[in-house]
């Protein structure tokens, strides 16, 4: 059974970075897509980044670009997020998820697995 855990949440003042980790267990195969997503109070989910292996590619919400960067070892089954430069609007729960179809990347049905999700507050 495939189960995906994020750590790496917490509070940061505006400027400030964190770095988020999904460890994936129960995956069968190396060529499944990351990808992270956020759900403020009140709003949508939101698709913040994903990465692919098969082929390789990695894509950013327009948001965030330049400020965070998504990373995967293959070996540890582990995706990370650095978030540098953070933002109040940054605040949201994090999650990750995996999809093994692929498909629109940006739409949450292309994804099989999620985690629980981690809290991100940025906030003075």
């Known amino acids: 059974q495939v189960q995906l855990v994020e750590s790496g949440g917490g509070l940061v003042q505006p400027g400030g970075s964190l770095k988020l980790s999904c460890t994936a267990s129960?995956?069968?195969?190396?060529?499944?897509?990351i990808g992270w997503w956020r759900q403020a109070p009140g709003k949508e989910r939101e698709a913040v980044s994903c990465?692919?292996?098969?082929?390789?590619?990695?894509d950013y919400r327009d948001s965030v670009k330049g400020r965070f960067t998504i990373s995967r070892d293959n070996a540890k089954n582990t995706v990370s997020l650095q978030m540098t430069s953070l933002k109040p609007e940054d605040t949201a729960v994090y999650y990750c998820?995996?999809?093994?179809?692929?498909?629109?990347?940006?739409?949450?049905?292309?994804?099989?697995?999620w985690g629980q999700g981690t809290q991100v507050t940025v906030s003075a």
């Open positions: 129960g995956v069968s195969k190396n060529y499944y897509i």
């Open positions: 990465i692919s292996t098969s082929p390789v590619s990695i």
């Open positions: 998820a995996a999809s093994t179809n692929g498909g629109d990347l940006r739409s949450p049905r292309a994804y099989d697995h």
